[in-house]
């Protein structure tokens, strides 16, 4: 089976600019989360989504959204950029919808905003 | 505020040694727990995983011991091989949350020379 793929790997944008990124969770998964990784923070919880539903959020401002696809895969999107938001975006995915079903990250999409 | 600690950023180990990591956690909610693996550039591989209602979980070369009264887990890595030189980051389920969010450690960066 093919893992979890993200696009772009890497993007580079400035302040007040918006991105998008993509994840593509293995066949079958129907659990994708999101999470920003920084080195003063670790890894971050943004939210989930099973069966096209947002089911659970971290402690992000409103600028950080995403939505899934009948066909599971999932986007975020990340509006009026700001230097901080500088970071490993990394997608997990899961065969769902229970809580311990292990989660399978991607290589990850690393953001530089300039 | 940080529910997941790993105080110990750097672990260095010669090859064939024990690694011990440790990872302490502050939510009495957390009740099932995950050790990931990350090497630059890939994302986190899920390595070990224990459950509360036990104290240990082992898999191979890699050991997961719990201390519940302590809110304290370790990850034992005998021998240890340079292979295993990777950022490790312990993680956390809250079973008050619906579906997969994971509580995150900062990680810890272990190094196993020849």
């Known amino acids: 089976k093919a893992g979890v793929t993200q696009t772009p790997r890497y993007l580079i944008k400035t302040r007040g600019q918006q991105v998008t990124l993509s994840c593509s969770p293995i066949s079958g998964h129907r659990s994708v989360s999101w999470y920003q990784q920084t080195p003063g923070q670790g890894l971050q919880f943004l939210f989930e989504y099973f069966s096209e539903t947002q089911r659970n959020k971290g402690n992000f401002p409103g600028r950080f959204s995403g939505r899934q696809f009948s066909n599971s895969r999932s986007e975020m999107n990340v509006s009026t950029l700001e230097l901080g938001d500088s970071a490993l975006y990394l997608c997990?995915?899961?065969?769902?919808?229970?809580?311990?079903?292990?989660?399978?990250f991607g290589p990850g999409t690393r953001l530089t905003v300039l | 505020d940080q529910q997941v600690k790993q105080n110990s950023p750097s672990l260095s180990v010669q090859e064939g040694r024990i690694s011990i990591l440790n990872c302490d956690y502050t939510?009495?909610?957390?009740?099932?727990f995950l050790w990931y693996k990350k090497y630059p550039a890939e994302g986190p591989t899920f390595l070990i995983s224990?459950?509360?209602?036990?104290d240990k979980n082992e898999d191979g070369r890699f050991t997961v011991f719990l201390n519940k009264s302590a809110k304290h887990l370790s990850l034992h890595i005998v021998p240890s091989q340079p292979g295993d030189s990777a950022v490790y980051f312990c993680?956390?389920?809250?079973?008050?949350?619906?579906?997969?969010?994971?509580?995150f450690g900062r990680g810890t960066q272990l190094t196993v020379w020849p």
């Open positions: 997990a995915s899961s065969p769902g919808p229970t809580r311990t079903d292990t989660q399978y």
């Open positions: 993680a956390a389920s809250d079973r008050g949350s619906t579906l997969g969010r994971l509580y």
């Open positions: 224990i459950s509360s209602i036990k």
């Open positions: 939510n009495s909610m957390f009740d099932y």
